[in-house]
């Protein structure tokens, strides 16, 4: 490292902002007024910025200078995107990053809090070829016993997921060709699941979130696809998965009237929160109707709507996460820790945390407030020191009637 550099400068830091904000080490060398070649040298470990560069360099990516002398955080595992495209490797990148920044943010947290204990289905495949469609049903079903969700429409799945222990995030990422991603974090030992928020769409999140969540139950311990065709499988596991838990087989199966007709199938995405498309793919996997029939209905959907939407998208709103967004207004309002304060302790900027906390535009500026919800971390007995943290317990979230 040279001489009169910045001590304790984290070569890791610099390539996780480089993903998450989408820039080139030369485009970055120009903002910062630097060469690319000291852009490279910082980023490879062998050099760090002088005081002045860093500030320079900490203003353009709109972080904390502190943040860069930060130790890096053990990545979470290597997430299961939806696209595989070569064109998107800089937006898996930085959805990576994005993932990495929430669990840094969660972390942060856990320090006051108590999350609720996860309650997944436990399974460990191995290989996807492994997995058979009943067992993808037997998961299903075991994940709505396990919250006792009972076998009807469930009425807010974002509220279900987080009360099982699993950290959601939604935002808009500038990629709507990734709906989302997931991934275990070995050191909030738990699951999170990032949501682009980009569609707006209620029903198509809805269906995104259950995706993600059989990704996190099947495939948690199959390493990430590289060749296409093991990606396609496991997507198509994940996508039975969704079906099977949003319309379970029984219920679901005796409220579809025969012949299945468009407008029927409008009814029920309303009562089960689920779109049509992904209705007659459900009614396929249970054989109510073949290849043929299923087909004619995706034609139709597509003659009378257009391939994009459906009637009624707009009818009902996305499901936004809850449990970061709470635990931050808890401690301004038990005076935890001030509200200015709150991003000097994370490091990120005020609008990053308020997009990976689902907080308002404008919280850390005092101009809005959140809901309380938790209380703060019951004390273990020992001699834990938490920054300005005091005793309590975490009240459980309340899942969604039915």
Not at 194 to 220: M, P, Q, T, V, W
Not at 264 to 269: F, G, R, S, Y
Request: proline share 4%; net charge neutral.
């Amino acid at each position: 490292m040279s001489r009169g550099g910045v001590q304790g400068f984290q070569s890791d830091r610099l390539k996780q902002v480089l993903a998450a904000r989408r820039l080139t080490q030369v485009q970055l060398a120009s903002l910062v007024g630097v060469s690319p070649a000291t852009i490279s040298k910082w980023r490879a470990g062998s050099q760090a910025p002088e005081r002045s560069a860093l500030d320079r360099l900490a203003s353009v990516v709109n972080v904390s200078p502190e943040w860069f002398t930060r130790g890096s955080l053990t990545a979470v595992s290597l997430p299961l995107f939806r696209s595989n495209a070569s064109a998107h490797v800089a937006a898996r990148a930085m959805l990576e990053a994005r993932m990495e920044w929430a669990q840094d943010l969660a972390y942060s947290l856990s320090e006051f809090v108590d999350y609720p204990q996860v309650n997944l289905p436990k399974r460990e495949f191995r290989d996807p070829d492994e997995i058979t469609s009943e067992d993808i049903e037997l998961a299903a079903k075991e994940c709505r016993d396990l919250w006792r969700l009972g076998s009807t429409a469930i009425q807010d799945l974002a509220l279900a997921v987080e009360g099982a222990g699993v950290v959601l995030v939604r935002e808009e990422t500038g990629v709507s060709q990734i709906e989302g991603l997931s991934a275990w974090s070995e050191v909030l030992e738990r699951p999170m699941i990032l949501l682009s928020a980009d569609k707006d769409n209620g029903y198509r999140s809805r269906f995104d979130l259950a995706h993600e969540l059989g990704h996190l139950i099947l495939h948690r311990y199959i390493s990430r696809a590289t060749d296409r065709e093991r990606h396609n499988q496991m997507e198509k596991q994940a996508h039975r998965f969704a079906g099977a838990f949003l319309l379970p087989a029984e219920t679901f199966a005796s409220d579809v009237r025969t012949p299945v007709t468009l407008d029927d199938l409008l009814l029920l995405k309303r009562r089960w929160g689920v779109s049509v498309a992904a209705i007659v793919m459900r009614l396929r996997a249970l054989e109510i109707l073949d290849d043929d029939s299923a087909q004619l209905l995706f034609k139709r959907r597509s003659a009378r709507w257009g391939g994009k939407s459906e009637p009624g998208d707009a009818d009902r709103a996305p499901e936004w996460p809850r449990l970061l967004s709470r635990t931050i207004g808890l401690l301004v309002e038990q005076n935890v820790m001030p509200l200015d304060a709150i991003p000097r302790h994370i490091g990120l900027s005020s609008h990053d945390i308020e997009k990976l906390a689902g907080l308002p535009e404008g919280y850390f500026q005092g101009k809005t407030k959140i809901v309380e919800l938790a209380r703060l971390r019951a004390s273990s007995g020992k001699n834990e020191t938490h920054r300005g943290s005091k005793s309590g317990t975490l009240l459980p979230f309340k899942l969604p009637a039915n």
